[in-house]
């Protein structure tokens, strides 16, 4: 299979996660707007996310895709079964214990991510309330990360792509059947979205049941004190533990930032973390169709590539995922800058959501866009470092990124307010990106292949094209103005957005870029 049908594959599925979780945010917006409520539901939802991050998809991935590539390659399928039961008993309870303290504190933790919400002491309250309702989130999700991490390596990449559409599924019927039934019966509505968080956590568990029975690799989870202890002295779980360290802090830094911008979005007008989570959510399309997807489809390779000695495949594939971050990033990044008014007016200006918040979350939609290249870049990049089991060096650039960016906020909010929390982390993860590129450079894992210079001139110039088109398209049209005809604001918004990638092509193709050379095999 080629590396490119992979990642076109995981990047179709993602992106119809995003477009169903699209849907959900419009449908949001439209219902609730943005308020002091809707403040709380994202702070309550960002909890059990934060650690799902630190603990599922975050550490434990990175720590143990690169183990059971490694395991799988060196001693074979039968030990590498055994590993994945004693990883899923240790982990399984592990979460058990986190999901009940999670619960238990869920004050603290709401006080510690936005104290903010004080102000008004019913969004506090109800933060606290619907965190307790999604705090077992985690559960689930960390065991899907559990489930991705042996499909992935096992190249059964759908099935975790698409998994995510479950979730934004369960969250559009919570807001289209559920706020209106819980309004009816009293029940603030926002509460309906805490109960569609956790239905979409269970269905997406339970989708990776029948995917890893197929390839014989169902975790058999233990459920008693012997088995942990067996399962805990088992040195491929040790070692992974250990790998988890590093990992851990690495991803904690990047969570620490998200927490002192929500503390401090907190803190500004209220309105502020909704307009944040709306531009993030934007930023999610390119970064996750092109990052994610990227990075699902390298690291269980390149940790294989690793695991065989094969310098010049690890080096061919880290140079063909970096191309594509050019090809693609860089048009995507110009479009958030110069076009974000249009997207963001005709995705979410309905209902009770007002021209304001049109105006402020196309501001911080830019801002992102700025780091747009270093978020994508980042999900290629690390994978190098994980890969070859080296946690340390990107956990120390992190911290490094991480006080630069809190320096970059104080210089940025009082100007900017909440864009300025999204500049500083655009800005940021140029910044990573920029350290981590060096480091494989300097470390000989990753050799420029002939023609870069080039590359990056025929993709400059197409850029260039396809941003003075959409300058034209933005400053046209009266894109708030259009409210009432949504089907016309729709149609325009396709249009242009057809015609830029067209134009954008093209003008690669006139340049002499041959695409083919991106259809690439393993």
């Not at 477009?19 to 309550?44: E, H």
């Not at 074979?76 to 240790?90: C, K, Y």
């Not at 399309?285 to 000695?309: C, D, I, K, N, W």
Request: charged content about 10%; some cysteine; overall charge positive.
């Amino acid at each position: 299979m080629s590396l490119f049908k992979a990642a076109s594959t995981v990047s179709a599925l993602t992106l119809a996660s995003r477009i169903t979780g699209l849907l959900r945010d419009l449908l949001m917006a439209a219902f609730f707007g943005a308020s002091a409520l809707t403040d709380a539901f994202n702070v309550a939802f960002r909890i059990p996310n934060l650690f799902r991050r630190l603990f599922g998809e975050g550490a434990f991935s990175q720590a143990f895709v690169p183990a059971l590539a490694h395991t799988r390659e060196q001693r074979g399928e039968e030990v590498t079964r055994v590993l994945v039961d004693h990883v899923a008993t240790v982990l399984a309870w592990v979460l058990l214990a986190t999901c009940a303290l999670g619960v238990l504190a869920a004050p603290l933790l709401v006080y510690a991510l936005a104290s903010g919400l004080q102000q008004e002491p019913r969004a506090f309250e109800a933060g606290v309330v619907m965190t307790r309702w999604m705090f077992p989130y985690i559960g689930f999700m960390s065991l899907v990360a559990l489930s991705a991490g042996i499909l992935n390596t096992w190249k059964r990449f759908a099935v975790p792509a698409a998994t995510p559409v479950l979730l934004n599924l369960a969250m559009i019927l919570a807001a289209w059947f559920g706020a209106p039934w819980f309004r009816s019966l009293g029940i603030e509505p926002i509460y309906a979205m805490a109960g569609g968080v956790m239905v979409g956590g269970v269905l997406q568990l339970a989708v990776q049941v029948p995917a890893l029975r197929r390839i014989g690799l169902l975790p058999h989870i233990g459920l008693t004190w012997s088995r942990l202890k067996a399962a805990w002295a088992d040195p491929g779980v040790r070692q992974i533990v250990g790998m988890m360290g590093p990992a851990l802090l690495g991803v904690s830094v990047a969570q620490i930032s998200l927490l002192i911008n929500t503390q401090i979005a907190s803190h500004l007008p209220s309105g502020s973390v909704t307009w944040l989570f709306y531009a993030d959510r934007l930023m999610e399309f390119p970064t996750a169709m092109l990052g994610v997807a990227l990075g699902v489809v390298l690291m269980p390779q390149l940790a294989s590539a690793r695991g065989a000695g094969d310098a010049d495949r690890y080096s061919a594939m880290l140079d063909w995922g970096l191309r594509l971050v050019v090809l693609l990033a860089m048009p995507a990044s110009v479009a958030l800058l110069v076009f974000a008014q249009p997207l963001v007016a005709t995705l979410f200006h309905y209902g009770a959501f007002r021209d304001a918040d049109v105006l402020q979350v196309s501001v911080a939609l830019g801002a992102y866009g700025v780091g747009l290249m270093g978020l994508v870049g980042i999900k290629v990049l690390a994978p190098g470092f994980y890969a070859s089991q080296d946690m340390k060096t990107p956990v120390r650039i992190a911290v490094a990124v991480l006080v630069l960016t809190q320096l970059m906020n104080l210089a940025f909010v009082p100007l900017f307010r909440h864009a300025g929390l999204a500049l500083s982390i655009g800005l940021g993860a140029l910044l990573n990106a920029g350290w981590l590129l060096l480091g494989l450079r300097r470390r000989g894992s990753w050799t420029p292949s002939p023609g870069w210079w080039r590359f990056l001139l025929q993709v400059v110039a197409a850029t260039v094209l396809l941003t003075l088109f959409l300058l034209w398209g933005a400053s046209s049209f009266s894109w708030i103005g259009l409210r009432a005809e949504p089907l016309h604001r729709a149609a325009l918004l396709a249009g242009l957005l057809v015609a830029a990638a067209a134009i954008y092509f093209a003008a690669l193709w006139a340049a002499g870029l041959q695409l083919r050379q991106f259809v690439t095999r393993w």
